[in-house]
């Protein structure tokens, strides 16, 4: 698998995500061709990566067994005109927000492999959750799974429509993480801690309850019921969440999300 041709459309956050953990795990930085609008970005990633530039599609697609398309849901449409028709031994992987696999093989043609991926900004430190959704074949679902264990954790779902869940739950997640972190700092602050130190504090807590949760096997609640001893402060904390409404904030915040994702695509 290190010496699979990788093709990435657009050189942008996500893709120097996937490149870089690629890299880490051993891939051939030979073996990774990138094509960008921006030349600059090309430089840069090929100074860091060692990875092949490339200035045109024909070349790209010439040089890849994959082609990860990497590039703007708005910009899709242009990409994947410039890439028709695609030869059904190429597997297409898509990052595009909302962006079909119906769709992606109307314009590059029926017969391709078509891997949909919805990644999260965490993939730009290793610990990506990027959930996968294809009816292709084995080797077509393996190259993909390959390519983005290398950024974090994978799951794959059964159902496109799931995406729209997904994309609401783990691809906007880590944003709902950071308003509590920044609201979880802005408290220590105003009850006289310096910012520095409410920022190591949370920021440590943050990642001592997420390996918990991934590492401990226990579930949320559990964990949650295991801090919370009865009539201290975390109950006393907790009481105030829940009489805010929090439950029904993130519900309905989650399910905000799920609509927007829908009405995008
Ligand atoms: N960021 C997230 O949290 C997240 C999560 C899940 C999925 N995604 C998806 O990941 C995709 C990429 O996002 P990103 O944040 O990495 O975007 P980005 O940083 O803007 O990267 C896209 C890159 O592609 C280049 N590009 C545009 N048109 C091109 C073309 N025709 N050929 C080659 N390169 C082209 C862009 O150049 P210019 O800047 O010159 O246009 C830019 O360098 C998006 O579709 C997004 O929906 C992102």
Redesign the pocket.
Known sequence: MQQLKIGF?????????MISGLIAAGHNADAICV????PD?LDALQQQYGIVACSN?VSLQAASDVLL?????Q??D??LK?FAPVVSDKTVI??????STGRIARILGDDVAVVR?????P?LVGEGMSVLYSKADEMHRTRAEYILASSGQTAWIDEEQQMHAV?AVS??G?AYFFLLAELMQAAGQSLGLSRELCETLVGQTALGAGRMLTESGKPAELLRQQVTSPGGTTQAALEAMFEGQLPDIVRTAIAAAARRSKELA
């Open positions: 459309v657009g050189g942008g956050n996500m893709a120097e995500a094509m960008d609008t921006n970005r599609s398309l990497a590039v703007k849901p910009q899709i242009d990409v410039q898509s990052i595009a927000a909302g962006i991926v919805m990644p999260n900004t993939c994309t691809g906007s880590p």
